[in-house]
Structures are given as structure tokens and as C-alpha cells.
């Protein structure tokens, strides 16, 4: 889908934004991020958006502002 394309082209101090809705599915970004520019996901609306995987072996930094 649409997340895992930008995840696959996004690099250090890219920002992904979120339409409101569920992501279902095993997400993993290609390039890596830095701690001084991370790779963000972002919703449009603060309590729209979910991402459910199915696991939880591992996650990735979230943050809701």
C-alpha cells in the first residue's frame, strides 16, 4: 500500500503524513533515520490514526503530540 511505498523511499528528516484511519500490516522503513533526524509518521488528526501489526516482537519510536 501507500505506507509502505513512502516507508520504502522515506530517508533521515522525512515526514510520512497519515490520513485518518487503520494501517494493518507488518511496516518496516527501508533507510534508516538519525537521532538528530528521525523518520516520522504523522497523522493528520491526533487520534485518527492507528497502526495495528500484529506483533510485538518490535516496534518503532511513537509519539502522539
Known amino acids: 500500500g501507500q505506507l509502505h511505498s513512502a ?7 522525512d515526514t ?6 487503520t494501517y494493518t500490516g507488518q511496516f518496516r522503513a ?3 533515520g538519525s537521532s ?6 504523522q497523522g493528520e488528526w491526533r487520534e485518527g490514526v492507528f497502526l ?4 510485538t516482537g518490535s ?7
Do not use: D, E
Not at 7 to 13: N, V
Not at 36 to 41: C, E, L, T, V
Open 7 to 13: 516507508l520504502s523511499s522515506a530517508g533521515p528528516g
Open 16 to 21: 510520512i503524513y497519515l490520513h485518518a484511519g
Open 30 to 32: 527501508t533507510n534508516n
Open 36 to 41: 538528530g533526524n528521525p523518520i516520522k509518521i
Open 52 to 55: 495495528q501489526t500484529g506483533s
Open 59 to 65: 516496534c518503532f519510536y511513537c509519539r502522539a503530540r
